[in-house]
C-alpha cells in the first residue's frame, strides 16, 4: 500500500503562484509514475503533469509552461509549481500515482484562481 498526503492548495489572484507538494509513504518501492490530476466543477478529471523514476516528464498541453513538477525521490514526495494561474486553472487537484500493480490518489486539494 501507498499513502499519499497532498498540501498547498489555496486561493490565489489571477496571474499568481502555487506550489503543491504531496508526499508517499508505505510501499513507497512500488512507485513507478508520481503525478498531478485536476478535476473542475462539472468536469471530467483531467492528467497534469507527471514524472517517472527515470525523469520522464510530461504535461497537458493547458500547463505547458506554466507548471513544473519535480519530485525528490530520497522522501518520496512530487510537487507542482504552478505559475501564470488563471480562473480556469481552479479545480480540485489530485496526487496521483501508478505503482507496480496499481494506481493510488491523494485525497485532493482545492486551487482556486479568482480576484
Known amino acids: 500500500q501507498v499513502q499519499l498526503l497532498e498540501s498547498g492548495g489555496g486561493l490565489v489572484q489571477p496571474g499568481g503562484s502555487l506550489r503543491l507538494s504531496c508526499a508517499a509513504s508505505?510501499?513507497?518501492?512500488?512507485?513507478?509514475?508520481m503525478g498531478w490530476y485536476r478535476q473542475a466543477p462539472e468536469k471530467q478529471r483531467e492528467a497534469v503533469a507527471a514524472?517517472?523514476?527515470?525523469?520522464?516528464?510530461s504535461y497537458s498541453d493547458s500547463v505547458k509552461g506554466r507548471f513544473t513538477i519535480s519530485r525528490d525521490n530520497t522522501n518520496n514526495t512530487v510537487y507542482l509549481e504552478m505559475s501564470s494561474l488563471q480562473p480556469e486553472d481552479t479545480a480540485v487537484y489530485y496526487c496521483?500515482?501508478?505503482?507496480?500493480?496499481?494506481?493510488?490518489w491523494g485525497q485532493g486539494t482545492q486551487v482556486t484562481v479568482s480576484s
Open positions: 496521483h500515482v501508478l505503482g507496480t500493480t496499481r494506481d493510488y
Open positions: 514524472i517517472t523514476n527515470s525523469g520522464h516528464i
Open positions: 508505505g510501499d513507497a518501492f512500488r512507485i513507478v509514475v
